[in-house]
T-cell receptor
Framework: GEDVEQSLFLSVREGDSSVINCTYTDSSSTYLYWYKQEPGAGLQLLTYIFSNMDMKQDQRLTVLLNKKDKHLSLRIADTQTGDSAIYFCPSGGSQGNLIFGKGTKLSVKP | ETGVTQSPTHLIKTRGQQVTLRCSSQSGHNTVSWYQQALGQGPQFIFQYYREEENGRGNFPPRFSGLQFPNYSSELNVNALELDDSALYLC??????????????FGDGTRLSIL
């Protein structure tokens, strides 16, 4: 089965907060990452959190990690139309690889 | 600091042909990983190269092969192209193999279309 589960779609209004959730089946990764993919582009590393942390804040981004529940979330404050993209939260594989789910498509309405 | 660059950006091939995709790693990074992203899917790991050797491989057939050069740049070769090989091919580099150290940084990908 999937190592990473995410909701496929999220729609918010400009200026609202967005929360994108992620659940892992394997939580052995030392770091957990959030990547953003705009249409037709590659993956941009947004932020990452060390697995022994509960929270990390980086400007408009807040990452929360609940290791017990294997749950990771990304909160985007004051969401802008430029935040419209697909967001991925890959887990770390055994071969130094990243294991991706299908991502969450965030649509921001003006 | 130079990021990950990939070439070409787009490519059209026909079934049965062979293709070579290229990747230059970010400066200071010695490890390159390749991923295939089909439309509407997340990236799937093809393989990783470290010190010019294959360091790990995903569930892809042997017609997917690669190289890494002394300057850490890398090539992905695909033989006997099939229609299902149509995808975005992403290259990622990192300072070391494994994901326990630093995150992987991705290029913009090569869009491969098979007719």
């Amino acid at each position: 089965g999937e190592d990473v589960e995410q909701s496929l779609f999220l729609s918010v209004r400009e200026g609202d907060s967005s929360v994108i959730n992620c659940t892992y089946t394997d939580s052995s990764s030392t770091y957990l990452y959030w990547y953003k993919q705009e249409p037709g582009a590659g993956l941009q590393l947004l932020t990452y959190i060390f697995s022994n942390m509960d929270m990390k804040q980086d400007q408009r981004l807040t990452v929360l990690l609940n290791k017990k529940d294997k749950h990771l979330s990304l909160r985007i404050a004051d969401t802008q139309t430029g935040d419209s993209a697909i967001y991925f939260c890959p887990s770390g594989g055994s071969q130094g690889n990243l294991i991706f789910g299908k991502g969450t498509k965030l649509s921001v309405k003006p | 600091e130079t990021g990950v660059t990939q070439s070409p950006t787009h490519l059209i091939k026909t079934r049965g042909q062979q293709v070579t995709l290229r990747c230059s790693s970010q400066s200071g990074h010695n490890t390159v990983s390749w991923y295939q992203q089909a439309l509407g899917q997340g990236p799937q790991f093809i393989f990783q190269y470290y010190r010019e050797e294959e360091n790990g491989r995903g569930n892809f057939p042997p017609r997917f092969s690669g190289l890494q050069f002394p300057n850490y740049s890398s090539e992905l070769n695909v033989n006997a192209l099939e229609l299902d090989d149509s995808a975005l091919y992403l290259c990622a580099s990192s300072p070391d193999p494994g994901t326990d150290n630093q995150p992987q940084h991705f290029g913009d990908g090569t869009r491969l279309s098979i007719l």
